[in-house]
């Protein structure tokens, strides 16, 4: 499966974007599509994913301000973000997993797309 995410840039403190991330190659179903994040000198962690059954989950600093969701069958997943903060700054990276060949879960990752909250 490759990932292949855009919509990052500059924005405005308190503004807003849209990311997308096209998951290709692969017939296969995805268990999870989601986004995570890492800002410079930090972990990569978790922004928000969904299931293929549109069962969502949010780190708490984007539960009200960002909104996840997918077209199933165009195997896209969106990430809006609204009412930006400067902590928000961060490379973005999109994340699919699926059941296959792989000792738990196989698991893949989009190059990453940086977002700049400017003030």
């Known amino acids: 499966v490759q990932l292949q995410a855009s919509g990052g840039g500059l924005v405005q403190l308190g503004g807003s974007l849209n990311l997308s991330c096209v998951a290709s190659?692969?017939?296969?179903?995805?268990?999870?599509m989601g986004w995570y994040r890492q800002a410079p000198g930090e972990q990569r962690v978790l922004v928000a994913k969904?299931?293929?059954?549109?069962?969502?989950a949010y780190a708490v600093n984007a539960r009200g301000r960002f909104i996840i969701s997918r077209d199933h069958n165009k195997n896209i997943v969106y990430l809006q973000m609204n009412h930006l903060v400067l902590a928000d700054t961060a490379r973005y990276y999109c994340?699919?997993?699926?059941?296959?060949?792989?000792?738990?879960?196989?698991?893949?990752w989009g190059r990453g797309t940086l977002v700049t909250v400017s003030s």
């Open positions: 190659g692969s017939s296969t179903t995805l268990v999870y």
């Open positions: 969904v299931t293929n059954t549109d069962m969502t």
């Open positions: 994340y699919a997993a699926w059941h296959g060949d792989c000792p738990t879960i196989c698991e893949g």
